[in-house]
């Protein structure tokens, strides 16, 4: 999928603040969602909920053949309410968020010479376990490619060396990476958004 406008990052970011107010809320959603080809096109999309700079949900959908704008819906409502790490959020959380949306490109298999730690977000799977670490994880970490790839194991509940098993699949992805921080900082044009590497 190629790189969205600001615009069009905007209006991801406005989609998830509305769907997750309304969820936290305790509201339907009875909006209809904004028209726009680029959006509707098919992508997996991450929704990171930050309170005051820490963690307070994460809920994602790889490789998905939805549009990207029913995507970043579902995934805003689900990090909100159904991270199983966290408590829903409550209402009076809700002005201390701040939302950052992952856009994801296709998968593709990957070798461990070939991650690239701040560029790849990676998916482990073997038979029906997976784990899923976003690019930005291991970048905010510090670790090593070998940490990464542990730390994927340890997310899918395999052993922290399975990424070396034959029968275990080691796949990456990049993101395209925006919050609504991006968007309120002082400037004359709206920051622009971080990159793991083009989409």
Not at 27 to 53: D, H, K, M, W, Y
Not at 117 to 145: C, D, K, N, T, Y
């Amino acid at each position: 999928m190629s790189s969205l406008v600001d615009r069009e990052q905007q209006t991801l970011l406005e989609l998830a603040r509305r769907v997750l107010t309304a969820a936290v809320e305790c509201r339907e959603f009875l909006e209809s969602l904004p028209v726009n080809e680029i959006l509707q096109r098919p992508a997996g999309a991450f929704v990171t909920l930050r309170r005051r700079g820490r963690l307070r949900g994460c809920i994602g959908q790889v490789s998905s053949g939805d549009p990207l704008i029913q995507v970043v819906a579902h995934c805003a409502r689900a990090a909100a309410l159904e991270d199983p790490r966290f408590e829903p959020v409550r209402p009076h959380e809700l002005p201390e968020l701040d939302i950052e949306v992952s856009v994801l490109s296709m998968l593709f298999e990957i070798t461990s010479d070939q991650i690239e730690v701040g560029r790849h977000g990676l998916l482990i799977s073997r038979e029906w376990q997976r784990g899923v670490l976003l690019p930005q994880v291991a970048a905010e970490f510090g670790w090593p490619v070998e940490k990464f790839l542990e730390e994927t194991c340890t997310k899918a509940g395999l052993a922290r060396d399975a990424w070396k098993h034959p029968d275990t699949r080691v796949e990456a992805f990049t993101a395209e990476i925006f919050s609504e921080l991006d968007f309120r900082r002082p400037s004359k044009a709206p920051v622009k958004p971080r990159y793991s590497s083009s989409t």
